[in-house]
């Protein structure tokens, strides 16, 4: 599944891969939101992994984890 994370004051965004279930993303971004965390952890499906600071997060979009169609449709 796809997940995009926008920085606050910056045009690029970081965009990744990963593995992990939509839940899953989304419960750790809340823990990280209502504790007091000043970092952030994400891995992607190739093992890279990414730190941000809870605090430059302005959004964070989770795709679906349904695949894309590939083909002709008739």
Do not use: C, N, W
């Not at 926008?6 to 989304?26: C, K």
């Not at 992607?44 to 600071?53: A, E, L, N, R, T």
């Amino acid at each position: 599944m796809e997940v995009r994370i926008g920085i606050q004051h910056s045009p690029r965004e970081i965009s990744f891969e990963t593995d992990s279930a939509a839940d899953e993303l989304r419960a750790t971004v809340e823990a990280a939101f209502s504790g007091s965390e000043a970092l952030i952890h994400f891995s992607d499906s190739k093992g890279k992994q990414f730190i941000v600071p809870t605090a430059s997060i302005a959004y964070v979009e989770v795709g679906s984890e349904t695949g894309r169609k590939v083909g002709f449709i008739s």
